[in-house]
């Protein structure tokens, strides 16, 4: 079946970094767009970055460009996206998602790692 599973959330401090990885399994990773979404306390979810299916494209929410890198490994089908300079705005639960390239609708979601971000 499919899953995706993320890893590498924790506590850090404002500043630093944290690297999230998304292990994914089910499905023909290199046939998918892949993204981070996240959602913080009592918001909604939001878009944070994607990354096209051949990986020669990238998209960031503006509010973590600059800072968010995404990027994917088709050899271990896995999905990642490097945090530096983190802000506690950045607090949330992080979730990545696969979307066909055939279709603008992620289908398949994890179940998040938090993130938070504090003093």
């Known amino acids: 079946q499919v899953q995706l599973v993320e890893s590498g959330g924790g506590l850090v401090q404002p500043g630093g970094s944290l690297r999230l990885s998304c292990a994914t399994s089910?499905?023909?990773?290199?046939?998918?767009?892949m993204a981070w979404f996240r959602q913080a306390p009592g918001k909604e979810r939001e878009f944070v970055a994607a990354i096209t299916w051949i990986g020669d494209g990238t998209h960031y929410a503006d509010s973590v460009k600059g800072r968010f890198t995404i990027s994917r490994d088709d050899i271990k089908n896995t999905l990642n996206l490097q945090m530096n300079s983190l802000k506690p705005e950045d607090t949330a639960v992080y979730y990545c998602a696969a979307a066909p390239v055939t279709s603008y609708n992620y289908n398949y979601w994890g179940q998040g790692t938090q993130v938070t971000v504090s003093s």
């Open positions: 089910g499905f023909t990773f290199s046939d998918y767009r």
